[in-house]
């Protein structure tokens, strides 16, 4: 059973979700009332919360005003705790977990030491699916999930910035 979240709700909580991020964003609302959108420049990001009845107008509204962004749509019937790795998944590509090692080393190194840097070494196994062109970083992740994190960043401090 799909529970709905009000949308006021659901815009603060990844409001939120960004905050404790430290992703700097700013907000827009190109269809009012139905969906407001997070645009993070500086990681070609725009994360939309959407009235799901209304998906397909916003998303070409919002590709019209941010074209060659990269885009992560949020309903107010989407688990949150999902969408947050996401989100998460999304401004890595952009260039986040460089951003917020550099800037902020102590935040950085409480995510992956509180369980985050095997969630990425999941997605990328799950996203590398075995392939053969991917055998050498497939063993890099592999040899890494079975490795102390602090002992990972040690090695390799810019390990986790990628995503694939």
Do not use: H
């Amino acid at each position: 059973m799909e529970i709905e979240i009000p949308f006021e709700e659901m815009e603060a909580e990844v409001g939120i979700t960004l905050q404790s991020l430290r992703v700097p964003s700013k907000k827009d609302c190109v269809v009012p009332d139905v969906s407001v959108q997070f645009v993070c420049e500086e990681f070609g990001v725009v994360i939309s919360v959407i009235n799901r009845a209304d998906y397909s107008y916003i998303r070409k509204t919002v590709k019209e005003r941010y074209p060659d962004y990269r885009y992560v749509f949020v309903s107010t019937y989407d688990n949150l705790i999902e969408k947050r790795d996401q989100i998460v998944w999304t401004l890595m590509k952009g260039g986040f977990m460089t951003y917020i090692r550099q800037n902020f080393p102590r935040q950085f190194q409480q995510l992956m030491t509180d369980g985050f840097g095997n969630k990425i070494i999941r997605e990328r196994l799950r996203r590398w699916n075995d392939e053969p062109k991917f055998k050498f970083f497939i063993d890099e992740n592999v040899q890494a999930m079975d490795a102390p994190v602090t002992m990972v960043l040690a090695t390799e401090p810019a390990f986790f910035d990628y995503m694939p």
